[in-house]
């Protein structure tokens, strides 16, 4: 699949060696799907040509890349803009605490995929978009590895537009 996103214009640095996450990570959301763990094994750093958009890496998650822009940004630009309200925040983690964001784009203002790994929906893929993140999560696919087909392919789908 890494060289489907490299055909549809997405510029990869592949890893040469296997990295793990970070513990705090791994004891966050520790029952990531297999299919996404692996990929996460394959690359280093993957985004679009403009760097507007770009999949959160190992590096990413274990607070090691150069990127201005954490993975979990969008988690804490709620609780910073909610820090008064315990019971908003309290939602905002458990929403995030349960959909890890593996997609990230500011090409068009700020947008999300991530991964639901909550019992009911896993594995499945849903979209968020700003102002409020987790109010705005829409169902996008079953699966990570059915999203990298949806994105490599020509299939029209208005959401994954605004991710290549």
Known sequence: MIEALKNIGFIVTERLERKDLSSDLQNRYSELPADYQEFLQRFQTITNESDNVWFNSIEDFN????????????ELMGLE???????????????????????????DGYQYLCIDL???????????????????AEFVCDSFNHLLEMLSSNEKNDILTNFK
């Open 63 to 74: 607070g090691e890349s150069d990127s201005g822009f954490r993975w979990n940004e969008f």
């Open 81 to 107: 803009a909610l820090a008064d309200d315990k019971e908003s925040c309290d939602m905002i983690r458990l929403f995030w605490d349960s959909h890890i964001p593996i997609l990230m784009s500011v090409k």
């Open 118 to 136: 909550s019992p009911e929906n896993y594995g499945k893929i849903y979209y968020g978009v700003e102002p409020e993140f987790e109010d705005s």
